[in-house]
């Protein structure tokens, strides 16, 4: 399997991926709202973009998706509930479906909600696994609500599907917030030594040269998946009085995310 992460140097700060076949040259396109870049690195490749996903409804990530498909022929797939929402969708997807990509790649679709409630998370079967998580996940963060989503959606999301995925796993995000998303995590937990030694290699970096993260070092680093955490349980409760002395990892997340929608 070939990933090529895009940056299109927006104000959103978009990433856009393709995902090819070394064999056949055959690639998905996900989220290519700048589809002229997208298209453009395809053809430099020499590859071929058959099949294009939206993770979900929002137009930074669909926007680019009828002139890609005008351009190359491309069939579009997105979660069977928001087809109708991003229309032009020839396949709706749903939990378990496998998306093949030439003769070598293999993508099953999560069904994530949270950040929007028809959303889905590409994860490769590959030896070394990859995650393409659209805006359920960021490096060092979680997407927020406001556009059609719930912050409980999202946190049985990561109770019951994220974080049971292999710590080796590969985080390809629909953004990159990386730079703040770990100002979060050491604001909520002043010692932790992991955000901090990466913030320090990150801060100077341009976006394109951002790393990407495996689900085992965002375990040490992204504060939502560190619900029991002594000191962000603490310090929360500083902010959030009426949380409990020992609240559940529920609880904890639904205040992180609070907080974060403000901060």
């Not at 949270?114 to 979680?142: E, I, K, Q, R």
Request: glycine share 8%; hydrophobic share 40%.
């Amino acid at each position: 399997m070939l990933i090529e992460r895009l940056w299109p140097d927006n104000r959103l700060r978009n990433f856009h991926y393709l995902v090819a076949c070394g064999e056949t040259g055959e690639a998905l396109a996900i989220d290519p709202l700048d589809w002229k870049l997208v298209l453009d690195a395809a053809k430099a490749r020499g590859w071929t973009i058959t099949q294009i996903v939206s993770t979900h409804e929002h137009a930074d990530h669909t926007a680019g998706n009828a002139a890609l498909k005008a351009a190359t022929g491309a069939r579009v797939m997105a979660h069977a509930g928001a087809a109708s929402k991003i229309g032009g969708i020839d396949r709706g997807l749903a939990a378990g479906d496998v998306i093949r990509v030439g003769r070598t790649v293999e993508l099953e679709c999560l069904d994530t909600p949270g950040h929007t409630m028809s959303h889905v998370c590409l994860l490769s079967h590959t030896d070394a696994p990859a995650l393409f998580s659209g805006d359920t996940l960021f490096n060092a963060g979680a997407g927020n609500c406001h556009g059609g989503g719930h912050p409980e959606a999202l946190y049985e999301t990561f109770a019951t599907q994220l974080s049971r995925l292999s710590d080796a796993t590969r985080l390809y995000a629909g953004h990159d917030y990386l730079v703040n998303n770990l100002r979060f995590t050491l604001d909520r937990e002043p010692g932790n030594a992991s955000a901090a030694q990466l913030l320090e290699s990150t801060a100077p970096r341009a976006a394109p040269d951002m790393p990407v993260t495996t689900l085992g070092e965002e375990k040490t680093f992204n504060t939502f998946f560190r619900l029991q955490n002594p000191q962000v349980i603490a310090r929360l409760r500083e902010r959030f009085p009426d949380l409990a002395v020992a609240p559940t990892a529920k609880d904890v997340f639904l205040r992180l995310r609070e907080l974060r929608n403000s901060w």
